[in-house]
Every structure is written in structure tokens, then in C-alpha cells.
């Protein structure tokens, strides 16, 4: 892979936007566009619109392919129905975890996998090592695929009033045929400008959105529809700085923060997405139904007092003793308090627990507290 940046299709609509920029996994993605915290609270009160076309598109094809996913990845997909999406794992033998992932099942023989952009690659080779055995083809359309992603409140709204933004004809005949019924982890076929595209009801903010993927040629024009649709409706270009406290305030985990090669699912809460009650083996089912020791770190959530915020890899004390490690922090936008995500030693780990995170110097108490740390209002 090339030392270059690379660049999203919509790199020349985030410069005439003004964004600022950062490097991401290779790729050079708006971090903001004017204020963190403004973008912040867009998303969780009107709604913002995000470019991740770095991330990664990998379609699963074939007659086996469902009972191929079902040995590749953690859970069982070959399950879920045609237009259903599920969040899964991909292991490596010794369990732990290569990418966390979202699944869509597009057809009776058609899946599509999405990675993380940083695990692109590893991903890609991992599915094609595995595919020894089944009649499956594994394809990455990466480069040919951008993804926008509209969150908030009022991303629905926004949607229905996109012009050139249709669902398409075979939409008709799902269970949930309409944007408005569709639920969440759930997807539907449409067009823009008479173009195939897919509208996942997906997100990674906490809030109710869409994903909508889409030939790269098509991007810009869709973005731009977006926007004009959004005008109106509280609609803002939203960077990579305001997603990460949003998803950290939701509970979720983050590859390269909270999951890693080494650590086992069941110790970031994952557990579940193991699926050891599914039929034959997989990669990664002989450790996960051996498990971890006693004493492996648990992750948890941490919350705090004041405004000085944990980081990533500030130590967690239990008195003099060092018990962990935290993962993920700042100040949350919405709650105006500190919140972390931390591995620590199970000892403790129950709720209540009071520990003390070492902010540059100076140990903070936190309380150990159940995730997420804000969930939306649904209707």
C-alpha cells in the first residue's frame, strides 16, 4: 500500500466547505469544520451529515456464501434476512478481534461486509484466506464506493425531501417498504438521479440516521442534494472529531482504542456477538468457548466531576495500585461531565466502584458506571 494520502471523493466539497483536515487511516478526512462542539450538538438535536468513504465495502457472493460468513465471522449471518444488517466480529484463532464489522444481506446469495478503513486490508485478506472449501467470491469495492452518513433527529426528514433520492421498485416488496418504517438495522434498495445506491438505517452516534452508500462518481451530487435538503432542518457538515465523542457517549467501541488483536470479545462486552450456540466451527470459536482467565481486564464505563477529562492511556489506580487503562475519554458535549471507557481489573469493575484516573499528574476519582452514557429519546 502506497505512503501517500489518499482522498475521498468528496475531498474538494470539504475544501470549498472550509474543513480541516486529518489523516485517517491513509486517508485525509474533515476532522471539523468549524467548531467541535457545534457539530456535536447538531447531530444530537438537528442533524449533521458525514463523509466516511474511507471506510471499507467488501461483497460476500455465491452459493455458499452465507454458510462461508457463518465460518469467517463471529456471528451467524447466514440467518438474517435479505435487507437486515448485523454487527459482527472478525476473529483471529486465538480469538481476538481483526475489525468489528456491519453485515448487510443484500440477496439470497449476496452480502455485503463493511470494515473499518485502518483494517481494510487485513480484512480483505483474512475473508479471502478463508474461503478454501466454499463456493464464495469475495470482492472489495472499496474504491468504487463513497458513504455518506446523515444522523440526528431530523435525518429522516431530510431524506424524504432530498430531491433525486428515491427508493427503488423492489423496495416495494420488503417488509418494511418505506423510510419511515424501516427499522433500525435494517436496509432498502434505492436510486439518486435514477443511479442504484443502498440506505442502511445504521449509524455510529447514538442518534437515529441513515448510511447511504454510492458509486463514488455520484457522491458529490448527493452530498450537495443533502445539504440543500437540510438547509432548513438544522443540517451540518459534521468531522471526524465531533463523530468521536458522539460514539463515546453512545458506548460504543472504537478498533484501535477498545479493540484490538489481543483483546477477547467478552472483555470489551462483545460476548454476545460470539455466536457459539451456531452449527459447525468458525475462526475463533475454540478460544472463545475457552474464554478468558479470571483476572483478564474488563472494559467499563467511567464517569467523573469537573471538567478535567480522561484520555486514551491514562492509568486507572485502585488506591496505590495501578488497575488500569483507559481506552477512550473527554468531557461529553451533552452531559457537561467527564466520561471514559477503560479496561480494569475485574476486581474492580462493579458499578459504584470508585477509582482514580491519573490526569497528567493529578488522580481524579471516577465512578465505574453501566454503558452507554446517553441514550436517545425514541418516539
Sequence with gaps: ????????????????????????????MPVRYDSDLAEHHAVRTAAGIFDISHMAEISVTGPEAGAFLDYALAGKLSAINIG???????????????????????????????????????AVEALNHRT???DVNVKDESDATALIAVQGPNALDILKHTVGLELAA?????????LESLKYYWSLPATFLGNPMLIGRTGYTGEDGFELYVDVQHAAVLWNALMAAGESRGLVPTGLACRDTLRLEAGMPLYGHELNLTTAPVQAGLGKVVALSKE?????????????????????????????????????????????????????????????????????????????????????????TALPFYSRKKN
Design 1 to 28: 500500500m502506497s505512503d501517500s494520502p489518499r482522498y475521498s471523493p468528496l475531498y474538494a466539497v470539504h475544501e470549498s466547505l472550509g474543513a480541516s483536515f486529518t489523516d485517517f487511516a491513509g486517508f485525509m
Design 132 to 134: 478454501t472449501g466454499f
Design 280 to 368: 459447525g466451527d468458525f475462526v475463533g470459536r475454540a478460544a472463545s468457548e475457552k474464554g478468558v482467565s479470571a483476572d483478564a481486564p474488563v472494559l467499563v464505563g467511567l464517569v467523573g466531576e469537573g471538567k478535567r477529562a480522561a484520555r486514551a492511556d491514562y492509568e486507572v489506580y485502585s488506591g496505590e495500585n495501578k488497575v488500569g487503562v483507559v481506552t477512550s475519554g473527554a468531557l461529553s458535549p451533552t452531559l457537561e461531565y467527564p466520561v471514559a471507557m477503560a479496561f480494569v481489573d475485574p476486581s474492580v469493575s462493579e458499578l459504584g466502584t470508585i477509582v482514580d484516573v491519573d490526569i497528567r499528574g493529578t488522580r481524579l476519582p471516577y465512578t465505574v
Design 170 to 178: 423492489e423496495a416495494a416488496e420488503r417488509p418494511e417498504p418505506t
Design 84 to 122: 437486515q444488517a448485523k454487527y459482527s466480529l472478525l476473529l483471529n484463532e486465538a480469538g481476538g478481534i481483526i475489525d468489528d464489522l456491519v453485515v448487510y444481506r443484500l440477496g439470497e446469495q449476496h452480502w455485503l461486509v463493511v470494515a473499518n478503513a485502518g483494517n481494510r486490508f487485513p
